[in-house]
């Protein structure tokens, strides 16, 4: 008996240890004075928006990023994509919205193309852009290296595009009534495959393999598409908070939680997630970016802030 007991607490503190980050945490520098509800991050390059501006930070020096220049808008911007460090591509509901360059920040930094589409949500995979709108669906648009616009096919979802992924040969939409695939391997003709309409109030996702990570009010979900014809649900947790932004790197997931900060789980395995950390930084979390060994976080009104992760 006693040595079943001790077998027992040797495989519970191996689950313990198993659970545990490996990796150090440190908070690195917080930008005040910008209101930054979303970020992204490319090319040692950090762009943080609010609804009607736009502000790009060089991060060659994590510790004090500086500022290269600022655009504003005249209308409510929905969504932006990087592309190749220079390129900027901007979505808006209005379809004479112009975004300028703010001239009084008075920086000599790097050149930017600004380019504004009419749409809700952007994602981008390599040369082709894709540009979800409420009521056209999403376009399949070709930009090359940036600056072409060559619209290559149109996808009729037209439910509302919450989030969605691209990625060669398929989409994963997620609308108003949940999740939606797409065989995009002939480009010009998209086709829808399967659709899974068990998904409440679905508003995040992020990829990781085969398995599908997606935020839905308090909700994790964890789906394979395996098949992605017939995507399968492999689990669901719930959270405390609700569930801000997703983003995934070297099988990790991250997770904004507004008030509850940011939740790190080990998804290695596919179809678990294993809870090993959270942090909190000062205030609200919004939004975060993953480059690199950085953890980039939108906090709204309080700014954005920088945390080295390795």
């Given at each position: 008996?006693?040595?079943?007991?001790?077998?027992c607490?040797?495989?519970?503190a191996?689950v313990?240890?198993?659970?545990v980050?490996?990796?150090f945490?440190?908070p690195?520098?917080?930008?005040?004075?910008?209101?930054?509800?979303s970020?992204?991050a490319?090319?040692?390059?950090?762009?943080?928006?609010?609804q009607r501006?736009?502000?790009?930070?060089?991060?060659?020096?994590?510790?004090?990023p500086?500022l290269?220049?600022?655009y504003?808008?005249?209308?409510?911007?929905?969504?932006t994509?990087?592309?190749?460090?220079?390129?900027?591509?901007?979505?808006?509901?209005?379809p004479?919205?112009?975004i300028?360059q703010i001239?009084?920040l008075?920086?000599?930094?790097?050149?930017?193309?600004m380019?504004?589409?009419?749409?809700?949500?952007?994602?981008?995979e390599?040369s082709?852009l894709?540009?979800a709108?409420?009521?056209?669906?999403?376009?399949?648009?070709?930009?090359?290296?940036?600056?072409?616009?060559d619209l290559?096919?149109?996808?009729?979802?037209?439910?509302?595009?919450?989030d969605?992924?691209?990625?060669?040969?398929?989409?994963?939409?997620l609308?108003d009534?949940?999740?939606?695939?797409?065989?995009?391997?002939?480009?010009?003709f998209?086709?829808?495959?399967a659709?899974?309409y068990q998904l409440?109030?679905?508003r995040?996702?992020?990829?990781?393999?085969?398995t599908?990570?997606i935020?839905?009010?308090?909700?994790?979900?964890?789906?394979?598409?395996?098949?992605?014809s017939?995507p399968v649900?492999?689990?669901?947790?719930r959270?405390f908070?609700?569930?801000?932004?997703?983003?995934?790197?070297?099988?990790?997931?991250?997770?904004?939680?507004?008030?509850?900060?940011?939740k790190?789980?080990?998804?290695?395995?596919?179809?678990?997630?294993?809870?090993?950390?959270?942090?909190y930084p000062?205030y609200?979390?919004?939004d975060?970016?993953l480059?690199?060994?950085?953890?980039?976080?939108?906090m709204?009104?309080?700014g954005?802030?920088?945390?080295e992760?390795?």
């Open positions: 008996m006693k040595h079943l007991v001790l077998i607490l040797a495989m519970l191996s313990a240890l198993s659970a980050d490996n990796r945490l440190y690195l520098g917080h930008i005040q004075g910008v209101e930054a509800l970020i992204d490319v090319d040692s390059q950090v762009l943080v928006r609010s501006q736009i502000w790009i930070y060089s991060t060659f020096n994590a510790w004090q500086r290269e220049t600022g504003q808008s005249l209308f409510r911007i929905e969504d994509n990087f592309m190749a460090g220079n390129y900027i591509y901007a979505s808006s509901q209005e004479t919205n112009m300028t001239d009084s008075n920086q000599y930094g790097k050149i930017y193309f380019n504004t589409l009419i749409g809700d949500k952007i994602t981008r390599g082709t894709y540009v709108d409420r009521y056209r669906g999403i376009d399949i648009i070709n930009v090359g290296r940036g600056g072409s616009n290559i096919a149109n996808f009729s979802e037209k439910w509302g595009v919450r969605f992924i691209a990625e060669y040969p398929n989409i994963y939409a609308n009534f949940g999740l939606v695939t797409v065989d995009i391997s002939d480009q010009g998209p086709i829808s495959i659709t899974n409440v109030d679905a995040y996702m992020a990829k990781n393999g085969t599908l990570y935020g839905a009010g308090k909700d994790l979900y964890l789906i394979s598409v395996q098949d992605v017939n649900k492999l689990g669901q947790i959270l908070n609700d569930i801000q932004a997703l983003s995934v790197k070297d099988n990790r997931l991250f997770v904004a939680l507004g008030q509850g900060g940011v790190i789980f080990d998804i290695s395995n596919p179809g678990k997630a294993v809870d090993i950390n959270t942090f000062p609200p979390v919004y975060l970016a480059e690199n060994d950085y953890i980039y976080i939108a709204g009104k309080d954005w802030m920088v945390y992760y390795r």
